[in-house]
């Protein structure tokens, strides 16, 4: 049997974050509904696609994500990556909200990755070991968006796909 | 200080003399941390094992901070677009800056960073046959310094400016107040303090691989000889001491 090799650990930590920043009031999907594509957007973009979104997201608190680095060591079984979450917002005391909650949630090392795991959102094809905030910058008028304010969440993940016997991914 | 310590052990290592209690267990203990107490003190001044240490860490760091300025200039390219060549923020292959190993004083080094020369064209509409290259975009950008663009090649510039060309009087020249915009002064300088001096930097030191180097390697060192092990009422300091620069040579690899 073939791997699913399109499932990617950032995807599934992207909609556990969005669940939990919905399921929290911190955004309301309802202001992400597009017309054109008749349906809610997920206001939590891939880098690669900002330029794209930034019509449909102007003005609206939104978050940019990139992989810094991916990377396995000795133990070829865990994969280490650490991924960049920037946050955007007109509004200073929003960014805040968002970035306190996701240094609440993700700080904790093996705790925050048992949350991951135990959501029935995740693929059944990972399982995460840990995830720890590495960095947190500021809250500053951003360079990019004119009239936003923008701060950076740094998460670094270990995390495992699930195996076969041969150490190939199911 | 530590040799310092350990040569109080000479004396109850050289058996008895005197008064002094004649106990090959003594002898062998003081032999014992005589023998860790130089592998340890040494250590520090082992060059080959200096540069083992420097080079294992800056190459992970080097390796990571590339990955996170990369990753900031996706992101937000205005800021950094500066020290990538044209049109490729973000992009490894056409970075424009480089971390640099500087001077180093026992295990302590300095890390800086500099600017390499842009080699790309300026990007030009296809109907400007002349092409230039903005040597040191990278560091004027960071700066913030203005630019003044005189004619060398030809009498006057001619130029694209939204979209109208733009014929300047002959031997004119043009001042360029923010080249790489205002958003992009001190912005690498910024990510490289941010990388430095907070968690970042120690999360690269970790994953650099050095404990383990390193408590590999010490382990070897830190073994016993075998004539430490044997009983004995008299062990030469010299013999030991030179066991101790052998073995971390073998261990680490170089003279000491």
């Known amino acids: 049997m073939t791997a699913n090799y399109k499932l990617d650990s950032m995807i599934e930590l992207r909609k556990f974050l969005w669940n939990e920043l919905k399921t929290r009031n911190i955004f309301d999907e309802e202001n992400y509904w597009s017309d054109n594509l008749d349906e809610n957007i997920i206001p939590i973009v891939p880098v690669q696609q900002s330029p794209e979104m930034n019509q449909f997201l102007s003005g609206k608190k939104h978050i940019v994500y990139d992989k810094i680095g991916i990377s396995y060591e000795d133990n070829w079984a865990i994969c280490c990556e650490q991924i960049l979450f920037t946050i955007y917002s007109t509004d200073f005391s929003e960014i805040n909200e968002v970035r306190n909650f996701m240094t609440d949630q993700f700080r904790r090392m093996d705790e925050s990755a048992r949350d991951v795991n135990k959501w029935s959102g995740l693929s059944d094809k990972f399982k995460f070991h840990s995830i720890f905030v590495a960095d947190i910058s500021p809250t500053a008028p951003s360079e990019e968006l004119q009239g936003f304010f923008a701060a950076d969440v740094i998460l670094e993940v270990k995390y495992s796909r699930i195996m076969d016997q041969a150490g190939r991914f199911l | ?256």
Do not use: C
């Open chain 2, 1 to 256: 200080m530590l040799i310092q310590a350990a040569s109080g052990l000479e004396r109850l290592m050289g058996g008895s003399k005197g008064n002094s209690l004649k106990d090959s267990t003594v002898a062998q203990i003081s032999a014992y941390l005589y023998y860790n107490a130089h592998v340890i003190s040494r250590l520090t001044t082992n060059k080959q094992f200096q540069s083992k240490f420097s080079e294992l860490i800056f190459n992970q760091i080097d390796k990571d901070f590339g990955q996170y300025i990369d990753s900031l200039a996706r992101t937000r390219p205005k800021s950094l677009h500066h020290v990538y060549e044209w049109g490729k923020t973000g992009n490894k292959s056409a970075r424009l800056f480089d971390l640099n190993l500087g001077s180093q004083d026992g295990l302590s080094f300095k890390i800086s960073y500099s600017f390499k020369p842009s080699v790309s064209f300026v990007p030009a509409s296809s109907k400007f046959t002349r092409r230039h290259v903005f040597t040191n975009k990278a560091s004027i950008m960071e700066e913030g310094r203005s630019l003044t663009i005189s004619p060398k090649h030809s009498e006057r510039l001619v130029f694209e400016a939204d979209g109208e060309t733009v014929f300047m009087p002959i031997g004119k020249s043009v001042t360029v107040k923010r080249p790489g915009g205002t958003a992009s002064r001190n912005q690498f300088s910024l990510a490289h303090g941010r990388f430095f001096s907070g968690q970042l930097v120690n999360n690269s030191i970790k994953k650099s691989g050095f404990q383990q180097m390193f408590n590999r390697s010490m382990a070897k060192a830190l073994s016993l000889p075998s004539n430490i092990k044997k009983v004995q009422y008299s062990f030469s300091p010299n013999i030991i001491r030179g066991q101790a620069d052998a073995s971390l040579a073998a261990a680490f690899g170089g003279v000491l």
